[in-house]
């Protein structure tokens, strides 16, 4: 699978939610669950410049495709933050600037170090950014995923609309990834033993260390567990079995046992 970054500039863009309308939550609003799985996804869709942040101090900056897409990846997320803001406050939600600012004021004291620790690696391995792509694949599968299970369990027609605008915007983040993680992969066993022991060792769902546990694993449960959510957990497993040297590693199935 190979990605064209040329193709991606082009098409990259704003989330189109000029004709969403937001007014209907007003008269049908979203179950209380909805709106935790929401606020979750909202704070962590902000918090991707603190991730790109951590990238870019390793030597994946020195890598023009890489930082072609990870500019454009950034400006799509941070915009699809702003849309789920937009269903929070039509239900009279805390959301956007304010809440972000509180959120990162939350952080534990050790999130100062992260591109310090993320650095000093890069200095050590060559193959830090065989983690970081893959690691990145892996989130965008969840995230994708979780969006999907959550348009299902709402069963909102204009959640739903929303939704998937943004998973079509994550399924090409995916691509990128995924390439990515692929072809680092393919003809180094080096990166294969480093990506599979860092995923095994410290990979847990998007967002955790950032939102408390208890919403890390309302999340799990309320979107992966039971017979559907962990067929797409599984499903998400497999495509991790799929990259070399990753087989067997069962982190959506992990994470949802320890979850629940």
Sequence with gaps: MSFDIDTYQR???KLEVDDIDFSAFETSPLAPDVLRCLRYMHDVENHTVCYLRDILV???HRDPEVTSFLTFWNYEEYWHGEAIAKVLAAHHEDAGS???AALRQR???RDAWRPLTFQLASAITP???AVHMTWGAVNEWTTQAG??????LADHPVLSELLRRIMKQEGRHIDFYASQAK???TDSRAAQRLTRWALRRFWAPVGSGVMPDEEVHFLSTYLFGGEEGLSVADRIDRRVDRLPGLQGLDLMRGAVATAA
């Design 11 to 13: 098409i990259s863009a």
């Design 58 to 60: 390793t030597r994946a």
């Design 98 to 100: 304010g809440r972000i």
């Design 107 to 109: 952080l534990p004291k």
């Design 127 to 129: 193959h830090l950014t």
């Design 147 to 152: 969006y999907a299970r959550l348009a299902k």
């Design 183 to 185: 072809s680092r992969l």
